[in-house]
């Protein structure tokens, strides 16, 4: 899973397309407003309609192909129990039931593939409670640096042939090498808090404050809601 | 268990919609709580975060199968359940940023992953007397695991019940409750192992190395001597 967020995070900040240079509050809101479309949907057109267009986006994003796989499939597992769970004979509602999460997650990745984080996390910061806000900054500096250090550990536990001891053992261990990782984590946070007061912390993390400066750019993102717009006015109740 | 992020799309709107609604207010509740804490614990707050967010991507070999860790358990002992809270809701919130779980069902994902880092400070600082800290952290670890596996059980039973297909809704004769209970079970009963083994070392770890991270058991008050009695 991480290496498809680490390759997502990088290609958000370093690819260039029109929806790169688009502002995150419209990106955002289109997401928001397919994804909210898709799972609210009756029929299956329209679903249909909204995966066609997410498809669209995901392709003119510059996003590799099978990256872009990786990810808007990941939620097929879960939609195949439901469905399984589900059956009624009906492909209908299994194809619909399937396609909900997988346009909701092709959005997503869209988004997240086209957006760097700190635009991504600015106007989320803006609603959510400082703490949190804040929370969420740090969570994703925090993530790939102690990720490196989980690997890293857990490489050297296989290396050191942790992986041929019985579970009850190879368990404990692993947890062992993570309470080090609990350590380094607060240890970092005293640093990260000595470092956030040199820089002028304030009280706030504040994201940057271009996450709705608009570009010519989004008058792509405009024409996106547009097509997503009148499917789901023309298809909303067409079986 | 309590990381089978749900995606967007297969739980009906009368089951996330008020999801959302009451992790938004436990969130509010959970910042109310801790809002004189300093920007110190947010840093360590992200930290953990980041942590959990890191060992979910990695999977372990477990038996037969591969297992990834959400260290539930350790991060609402070290946390609590205020700050143990907001904790999950963020982790919630960058994976369904991030394409894994979903945006309309992150209340109901931060619920679930919520329960199991909420109950776990709790029940480790009942459990601590008497037992050396790796043990208490893995009997918390287990029993918050199961809390957070029944609330999910009980999440998708009652979406199961409540039909996915609305404002339609798809047949609800199809419903395989028995297949369903025994899939999960079977993981639920693997995290639960899984996690209090891996929290075992945590601990053990924790109480060797830096023991005031972890936090103190209720020592109990000596015995007062009656008035009188020499």
């Given amino acids: ?239 | 268990m309590s990381h089978l992020h749900i995606p967007d799309g297969v739980l009906p709107p009368i089951l996330w919609g008020p999801g959302l609604a009451l992790a938004a207010a436990l969130l509010l509740l959970a910042v109310r709580a801790t809002r004189l804490e300093s920007p110190r614990t947010i840093a360590y707050q992200g930290a953990l975060g980041g942590l959990m967010l890191a060992v979910m991507s990695i999977p372990i070999p477990f038996v037969a199968l591969e297992y990834c860790l959400t260290l539930a358990g350790p991060v609402g002992v070290l946390l609590g359940p205020a700050a143990g809270f907001q904790v999950a809701f963020v982790v919630c919130v960058i994976l369904a940023l991030l394409g894994q779980g979903g945006l309309t069902v992150v209340g109901l994902n931060a619920l679930v992953l919520g329960a199991a880092v909420a109950v776990a400070r709790p029940l480790y600082v009942r459990l601590a007397p008497g037992r050396s800290a790796a043990a208490a952290l893995a009997l918390a670890t287990g029993a918050a695991q199961a809390v957070a596996g029944l609330c999910w059980f009980a999440l998708l039973t009652l979406a199961l019940k409540l039909s996915p297909g609305t404002p339609v809704g798809i047949g609800r004769g199809g419903v395989r409750i028995g297949l369903f209970a025994g899939v999960t079970i079977a993981l639920w009963l693997v995290a639960i192992a899984a996690e209090s083994a891996v929290a075992f070392g945590v601990g053990r770890f924790l109480a060797r190395v830096r023991p005031d991270l972890l936090p103190a058991a209720p020592t109990r008050a000596p015995a007062v001597p009656a008035a009188g009695v020499p």
Wanted: aromatic content about 10%; overall charge positive.
């Fill in chain 1, 1 to 239: 899973m991480i290496n498809t967020l680490a390759q997502i995070d990088f290609i958000a900040t370093a690819s260039h397309s029109p929806w790169h240079r688009a502002s995150a509050l419209g990106k955002l809101l289109l997401a928001a407003g397919a994804v909210l479309l898709a799972v609210l949907a009756p029929h299956l057109r329209l679903p249909l309609a909204l995966y066609a267009i997410g498809w669209l986006l995901a392709l003119t994003s510059r996003l590799p192909l099978r990256l872009l796989a990786a990810a808007a499939f990941y939620p097929l597992l879960f939609a195949l129990l439901f469905i399984a769970l589900h059956w009624d004979g009906s492909w209908e509602n299994a194809l619909r039931l399937a396609l909900r999460p997988l346009t909701a997650s092709l959005y997503v990745v869209w988004l997240a593939g086209t957006t760097p984080y700190p635009d991504l996390f600015a106007p989320l910061s803006r609603v959510l409670p400082r703490q949190v806000g804040d929370g969420l900054f740090l969570t994703y500096r925090a993530l790939f640096e102690l990720l490196g250090r989980a690997e890293r550990m857990f490489r050297a536990l296989h290396l050191r042939a942790a992986a041929s001891l019985p579970a009850r053992r190879r368990l404990p261990l692993a947890g062992e090498a993570l309470g080090t990782l609990v350590l380094h984590g607060f240890e970092r946070s005293q640093r990260m808090y000595s470092i956030m007061l040199l820089r002028g912390h304030s009280g706030r993390i504040c994201g940057c404050r271009h996450y709705a400066e608009a570009s010519p750019a989004d008058l792509w993102v405009g024409l996106a809601a547009l097509a997503v717009s009148a499917a789901g006015v023309l298809l909303w109740r067409m079986p």
